[in-house]
C-alpha cells in the first residue's frame, strides 16, 4: 500500500530546499530546469504551494493527480496552479522530469498592475485533463521565455530587474492565453460537442416542475454535470459563443419567462418563485437589466 504524505510549501525557499536544489537567487521567484531534478520513491505525494507556479514539462514518466483524476503528461504540456491549490504526485522507483518550473510569490507582483489582472487568467483553476498542449512552435517561445527569466533572476543585475522579470511573467501569460485560444480553435470539434451538451443540460434544467426548490442553476452545477472545471466551461463558451456561461444560463431564464408571461396567467411574483428566485423583486431586476422592460410591462406590450 503507497503512503501518501503532504507537504505544504509556503515560500520559494522552502520549494528549493523541498527538491534539494540551491538556494533561488530571489526570496519570491524562481525558474527551475526540471532536468536537474531526480525524484526517488514510490510514495504518494501531495503538495500544496502558496505561491504561483507554471510547469513546462517535456517528459514526465509519473502521474499527476488534480483533483479525482490522474493524468499522463506528454511531451509540452503545460499547467498552471494557483496559491493554495493541491495536487498530488505519484511517484514511480525512478521518475525523471524534464522542462521548466516558474514559481512566483503574489508578494512579488504586488505593486504591478499584473497583480488585479492575474485572477484574469482562468486557465490558473482549469482541471488537469484541461492542460495547454504545445505546439513545437509555442514550446519553443516558452522555452525562450523560461530562459530569459532564470538569466534575469540569477544575475540581478541592476533596479530594473524586477520589472523586466514581471514584464517577462506577463509576456508569458499572454501567450498561454493565445495558446489557449489555438487550442480552443483546433479541438473545435470537441468544445462544440461540450456545447450542445451543455445546451441539453440548460434546455433540462428549465423544463423542470421543482425549479421552486432547486433553485436558479449555477455555473458550478453545469461544469460538474459535464466533467470539467467552471473556468474551462466558461472560456470555452466565451471563445465558442462570445459569451459566458451565466450569460447563457440568463438568456434560458429570460426565455423561460417570456413564456410564462406570454401563456399563462401566473403572477409575476408566482413566475419568480416558479423559476427558481427566492424573491421576486430579483426577477424583477433580471428581466428589467435583459430586457430594458419589467415583467408586467412585457406582458402588458403583448396585448
Request: with cysteine; aromatic share 14%.
Amino acid at each position: 500500500m503507497k503512503i501518501s504524505k503532504t507537504y505544504f510549501l509556503n515560500s520559494v525557499s522552502e520549494l528549493h530546499h523541498f527538491l534539494n536544489i540551491k538556494k533561488p537567487t530571489h526570496p519570491l521567484v524562481s525558474v527551475v530546469n526540471l532536468d536537474d531534478i531526480n525524484y526517488q520513491g514510490e510514495e504518494m505525494t501531495t503538495i500544496v504551494y502558496n505561491f504561483y507556479t507554471i510547469y513546462l514539462k517535456k517528459k514526465f514518466d509519473g502521474k499527476v493527480k488534480y483533483g479525482q483524476q490522474y493524468y499522463d503528461f506528454d511531451d509540452g504540456t503545460m499547467t498552471f496552479f494557483a496559491p493554495k491549490q493541491l495536487f498530488s504526485i505519484e511517484e514511480n522507483s525512478s521518475v525523471k522530469v524534464e522542462g521548466w518550473m516558474l514559481v512566483f510569490h503574489p508578494d512579488f507582483i504586488q505593486s504591478f498592475p499584473l497583480a488585479k489582472r492575474i485572477k484574469e487568467y482562468g486557465f490558473f483553476s482549469y482541471a488537469n485533463n484541461e492542460a495547454l498542449h504545445l505546439s513545437d512552435k509555442e514550446e519553443t517561445i516558452i522555452e525562450g521565455i523560461m530562459q530569459n527569466l532564470q538569466q534575469e533572476i540569477d544575475e540581478m543585475t541592476d533596479n530594473y530587474t524586477q520589472d523586466v522579470v514581471v514584464s517577462h511573467i506577463d509576456l508569458l501569460l499572454n501567450y498561454c492565453n493565445r495558446f489557449y485560444n489555438r487550442q480552443f480553435i483546433t479541438r473545435k470539434k470537441a468544445s462544440n460537442d461540450l456545447f450542445l451538451k451543455f445546451e441539453d443540460l440548460l434546455n433540462a434544467y428549465y423544463q423542470k416542475d421543482d425549479l421552486s426548490i432547486s433553485g436558479l442553476p449555477t455555473v458550478q452545477y453545469f461544469a460538474e454535470k459535464l466533467f470539467v472545471s467552471s473556468h474551462y466551461l466558461n472560456d470555452m463558451l466565451k471563445n465558442l459563443t462570445g459569451q459566458t456561461t451565466q450569460q447563457h444560463i440568463q438568456n434560458q431564464l429570460l426565455e423561460k419567462a417570456k413564456e410564462l408571461l406570454s401563456t399563462t396567467e401566473l403572477s409575476v411574483s408566482e413566475i419568480a418563485y416558479h423559476l427558481g428566485f427566492e424573491y421576486p423583486q430579483s426577477f424583477s431586476k433580471v428581466f428589467k437589466n435583459k430586457t430594458n422592460q419589467t415583467p408586467l410591462e412585457f406582458r402588458q406590450s403583448l396585448n
